[in-house]
Antibody, heavy 118, light 107 residues
């Protein structure tokens, strides 16, 4: 069974750094793109970026380029999303997702709530 | 980058009604289109991928069609549990942009 399990909720102060994780299981982690999606309170889904753990090829949405860093450690089947300096506007739910292909469906993690407040 | 639009932004229909939501891409994306259902406080649920393939476990009253730039999600007989926001997403190439969403309510 394919599963994506994300790290727990975080409460941080503006200016702090943060790295959240998404551990994949039940499939070949290195063979599928894993992406991150932001959902701010009461708003829609925003695609942030994606990584191919097999070779660490990474693509970002123009809206998030330079604001976050996506990485992966294929030895432990885990993808990461990190911030070097959080802002209050980073407060949101963050989902990891193995997006569909033409022949296979997709899977989502349970979400990680990040709250940034002074 | 390719932009995704959805219409309507919201709709209200009666139980048993046929409901259609439209998604349009600003450029052709072949059939690299997914539909998601999200209920308040829940993780988005994949309904349809490859424009028309039903994800395993999704009720058959949901169907998808289209190719290129114009796509539709149809609920053949609206049920109370279908109250949710529905999103389309392109995934032919990065960025895998989502549409703005369509909120579906029961009249």
């Amino acid at each position: 069974e394919v599963q994506l399990v994300q790290s727990g909720a975080e409460v941080k102060k503006p200016g702090e750094s943060l790295k959240i994780s998404c551990k994949g299981s039940g499939y070949s982690f290195t063979s599928y793109w894993i992406g991150w999606v932001r959902q701010m309170p009461g708003k829609g889904l925003e695609w942030m970026g994606i990584i191919y753990p097999g070779d660490s090829d990474t693509r970002y949405s123009p809206s998030f380029q330079g604001q976050v860093t996506i990485s992966a450690d294929k030895s432990i089947s885990t993808a990461y999303l990190q911030w070097s300096s959080l802002k209050a506007s980073d407060t949101a739910m963050y989902y990891c997702a193995r997006h569909p292909t033409i022949t296979q469906g997709g899977y989502w993690g349970q979400g990680t709530l990040v709250t940034v407040s002074s | 980058d390719i932009q995704m639009t959805q219409s309507p932004s919201s709709l209200s229909a009666s139980v048993g009604d046929r409901v259609t939501i439209t998604c349009r891409a600003s450029q052709g994306i072949s059939n690299y289109l997914a539909w998601y259902q999200q209920k308040p406080g829940k993780v988005p649920k994949l309904l349809i991928y490859a424009a028309s393939t039903l994800q395993s476990g999704v009720p058959s009253r949901f169907s998808g069609s289209g190719s290129g730039t114009d796509f539709t999600l149809t609920i053949s007989s609206l049920q109370p549990e279908d109250v949710a926001t529905y999103y389309c997403q392109k995934y032919n190439s990065a960025p895998f942009t989502f549409g703005p969403g369509t909120k579906v309510d029961i009249k």
